[in-house]
Antibody, heavy 123, light 107 residues
């Protein structure tokens, strides 16, 4: 059974940093691309970032480019999102999601999602 | 960047009604279009991919169609358990984009 468990969320001041983790199990982690998707309170889904199965390719939404860094440790079956220079508009539930293949179009098919971790940016 | 526009943003229909949600891409995306269902307080669930292929386990009352820039999600007979927000998503490139969502309620 595929399981994705996010952690690392919490309250942080504007300008601060936070690192999210997503522990994966139930599948061959290195064989699939992974994404982070966020949802601000009462709002829709916003894709944040993606990484290929090998970790060699990374992609970002314009809204987080230069501030967030996605990475993965395939030996630990764990996905990360390092968030720097946080802003109030980054407040959201952050979900990690499993893609459909390591690279290519189906890498963007998000068939499994974690339960999410809440990040609140406020002074 | 390709934008995804859904309409309507919300709708209210009776049990048994046929419900149609549309999604328009600002540029052609072939059939690289997925639909997700998010029930209140729950995690999003993949319903349809490749514009018209049902994910395993999804009831057959759900269907998708379209190609290029215009896509449709149809619920042939709305059920109470279908109350949710539905999102389209394009995946023709590594830069993913979701539509704004359509909230479906029971009248």
């Amino acid at each position: 059974e595929v399981q994705l468990l996010e952690s690392g969320g919490g309250l942080v001041q504007p300008g601060g940093s936070l690192r999210l983790s997503c522990a994966a199990s139930g599948f061959t982690f290195s064989s699939y691309a992974m994404s982070w998707v966020r949802q601000a309170p009462g709002k829709g889904l916003e894709w944040v970032s993606a990484i290929s199965g090998s970790g060699g390719s990374t992609y970002y939404a314009d809204s987080v480019k230069g501030r967030f860094t996605i990475s993965r440790d395939n030996s630990k079956n764990t996905l990360y999102l390092q968030m720097n220079s946080l802003r109030a508009e980054d407040t959201a539930v952050y979900y990690c999601a499993k893609g459909g293949e390591p690279v290519g179009a189906a890498a963007g098919l998000l068939g499994y999602w974690g339960q999410g971790t809440l990040v609140t940016v406020s002074s | 960047d390709i934008q995804m526009t859904q309409s309507p943003s919300s709708l209210s229909a009776s049990v048994g009604d046929r419900v149609t949600i549309t999604c328009r891409a600002s540029q052609g995306i072939s059939n690289y279009l997925a639909w997700y269902q998010q029930k209140p307080g729950k995690v999003p669930k993949l319903l349809i991919y490749a514009a018209s292929t049902l994910q395993s386990g999804v009831p057959s009352r759900f269907s998708g169609s379209g190609s290029g820039t215009d896509f449709t999600l149809t619920i042939s007979s709305l059920q109470p358990e279908d109350v949710a927000t539905y999102y389209c998503q394009k995946y023709n490139s590594a830069l993913l984009t979701f539509g704004g969502g359509t909230k479906v309620e029971i009248k």
